[in-house]
C-alpha cells in the first residue's frame, strides 16, 4: 500500500459528512483539517471518499498495534460474544485480572503492586490525584508548565499547556502549584544545559519551598516522563532522576503521566525507563488497548492502600476493553516496542539531518516513535513558527499524509508501532517534500 490521493480533498463524501457534523457536534473540538475516516489498516486510513492515508499519529498515539490489528480484533470479537460488560467494581471476571497481571510484572516498580481500571487517561489522572491525597493526607500538588493532564476538572487543575483548555472553566481544584519543566532548547530561565546545574530542580526547593508551598503539604508531584501535548519535550536524565530525590527527602510520590509515553511508543513499555527511575504510581491509557476505551493506574501496594467503597468505577476495565488491552499488550512484548526503538532511530537519524538542512526545523527531540519536529522562523532568532507548522501539516495531508501537531510549533511524529521503515521513508518524504515547498 502507499499513500494515493484521488479526489479533491476533501472529497464529495467528506463534504456531505462533514456538513452534518458541523449542525450536530460540539464546537469544542479541534478539526485542523477534513480527514473523514472509512477504514483502518495497519499504518494506513482510508477515507470516505477512497483516499489513502499513512498515518502518523495513530489517532493521538492511541493505535499502538496499527490499525484493526486482526489479533486485537478477534481478541474484542470473542470476548463481546461471551459478555459485553460486569462492572468490576462489583462482580469479578479474568480478562481484567490478565491485564492486571501483565502490567504489575511490566511497571518498573519494585515489590508488589495494584492496578485500578479507568475508561480515559483524564480518569487515570483524577484516580491517582485521589489516590495520593487518600494515601498522604496532604492536599497540594506540583505539576509542570507545557503538562497535558486531561481536561476533567482535577486533571485540568494539573494541565498547563494552553489556556484556552482553561478559560471559562474557573474555579479548578485549589492546591495545584505549576513549575518550569525541564524544557532544554527554550530554558524558562535563559540558561544552558547542564551549566544550568539544572536550575528547574533547585527553584522546587529554593524558591518553592521556602517561598510558597510547605512540601510537608505536598502529596505529589505529577509529570510526564517525556511531555506530549506540550511539544514532544525531553528532558535530560538528571532531571527526572532529581524529582525521585525531591520526593523521597520530603515523602513526596512521584507520579508518572504515561498516558502518551507509555505502552511501548518510546521503544520501551515506559518512556520513564529512559531515565531509570521508580515512579510510586503510573498512569496509563491511550495505546494501552489499542484504540479501545481503557486507562490505568499503577501503584504499589502499600501505596494503594484506600478502603473499600472509597473509589471505584462502573465501565473502568470494561472486558472488551481489557480483551483489546490483553492482545495490544502481546504484541508489544511478541516485537512491537523493539519495533518502535528500531523504526525510531531510523526515523530519528533522518530528522537529525532536516535540521543540518532546512532554516525552518530548530529542534528535533524524543524517544522511540514519539518524536517531536520543532518548526522555528529560522536558526537566527530561534521564533515559534506556529503558522508555518500548520500549514506544513495541511499540505502533508494533501499528499497523503496524517500528521499533529504539539506544543506551539512542534510537528509530531507518533505513528502505530507497526510502521515499517519503508513507510516511514515514504512519510518522511512527504514531510521532507513539504518542508521544501512551504518554507521558502
Ligand atoms: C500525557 C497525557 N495525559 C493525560 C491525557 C488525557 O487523556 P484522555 O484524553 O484519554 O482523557 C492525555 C491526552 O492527550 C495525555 O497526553
Redesign the pocket.
Known amino acids: 500500500m502507499i499513500p494515493k490521493i484521488v479526489t479533491k480533498l476533501p472529497g464529495p463524501k467528506a463534504k456531505a459528512i462533514i456538513a452534518r457534523d458541523k449542525k450536530y457536534m460540539s464546537p469544542s473540538y479541534t478539526r485542523d483539517y477534513p480527514f473523514v475516516m472509512d477504514k483502518g489498516e495497519g499504518s494506513y486510513v482510508m477515507d470516505v471518499d477512497g483516499n489513502t492515508f499513512l498515518d502518523f499519529a495513530a489517532g ?1 498515539a492511541v493505535c499502538a498495534t496499527g490499525h484493526a490489528h486482526p489479533k486485537v480484533v478477534k481478541y474484542i470479537c470473542d470476548q463481546a460474544h461471551q459478555f459485553l460488560h460486569m462492572s468490576g467494581t462489583d462482580f469479578y471476571y479474568d480478562v481484567q485480572l490478565d491485564v492486571a497481571e501483565r502490567l504489575c510484572r511490566a511497571v518498573p516498580m519494585k515489590g508488589k503492586k495494584r492496578v485500578f481500571f479507568t475508561n ?4 487515570a ?1 483524577e484516580a491517582a490525584m485521589k489516590l495520593a491525597r487518600y494515601h498522604t493526607m496532604r492536599h497540594q500538588f506540583i505539576a509542570f508548565f507545557n503538562a ?4 476533567t476538572l482535577g ?1 485540568l487543575s494539573l494541565t498547563g499547556s494552553k489556556i484556552i483548555q482553561k478559560k471559562g472553566f474557573y474555579p479548578l481544584i485549589p492546591g495545584v502549584v505549576h513549575v518550569p519543566y525541564s524544557y532544554c532548547y527554550r530554558c524558562p530561565y535563559n540558561l544552558e544545559y547542564d551549566s544550568c546545574c539544572l536550575y528547574c530542580l533547585k527553584y522546587i526547593e529554593d524558591m518553592l519551598f521556602l517561598k510558597t508551598v510547605d512540601p510537608d503539604d505536598v502529596a505529589a508531584i505529577f509529570v ?1 516522563p517525556i511531555q ?2 506540550g511539544g514532544y519535550v525531553v528532558p535530560p536524565m538528571e532531571f527526572m532522576k532529581g524529582l525521585r530525590r525531591i520526593c523521597d527527602k520530603y515523602g513526596i510520590l512521584l507520579v508518572c ?1 504515561e ?2 509515553s507509555g505502552m511501548g511508543r518510546t521503544g520501551k513499555m515506559f518512556g520513564i525507563q529512559h531515565f531509570g527511575v521508580q515512579p510510586d504510581i503510573i ?1 496509563l ?2 495505546g494501552i488497548a489499542s484504540g479501545m476505551p481503557l ?1 490505568a493506574i499503577v501503584a504499589t501496594e502499600d501505596v494503594m492502600n484506600w478502603k473499600y467503597g472509597s473509589h471505584a468505577s462502573t465501565f473502568g476495565g470494561n472486558p472488551v476493553s481489557c480483551a483489546a488491552s490483553l492482545a495490544t499488550l502481546e504484541l508489544l512484548e511478541e516485537g512491537l516496542i523493539k519495533n518502535a526503538e528500531v523504526v525510531g532511530k531510523h526515523i530519528f537519524e533522518r530528522l537529525v539531518g532536516f535540521v543540518q538542512k532546512y532554516d525552518c526545523v530548530g529542534d528535533v527531540r524524543g524517544r522511540g516513535l514519539m518524536l517531536g519536529i520543532e518548526i522555528i522562523e529560522g536558526k537566527k532568532t530561534r521564533e515559534p513558527a506556529q503558522k508555518l507548522r500548520n500549514a506544513i501539516i495541511t499540505e502533508c495531508f494533501k499528499n497523503g499524509l496524517i500528521m499533529l501537531g504539539c506544543g506551539p510549533n512542534t510537528l509530531r511524529v507518533c505513528p502505530p508501532l507497526v510502521i515499517t521503515k519503508e513507510e516511514a521513508d515514504l512519510g518522511l518524504d512527504i514531510i521532507e517534500k513539504t518542508i521544501k515547498k512551504v518554507a521558502k
Open positions: 493521538i480515559s487517561g483524564a480518569e489522572i497535558f493532564h486531561g481536561r486533571a510526564e506530549g501535548e503521566d498516558v502518551q498512569c491509557a491511550k486507562g
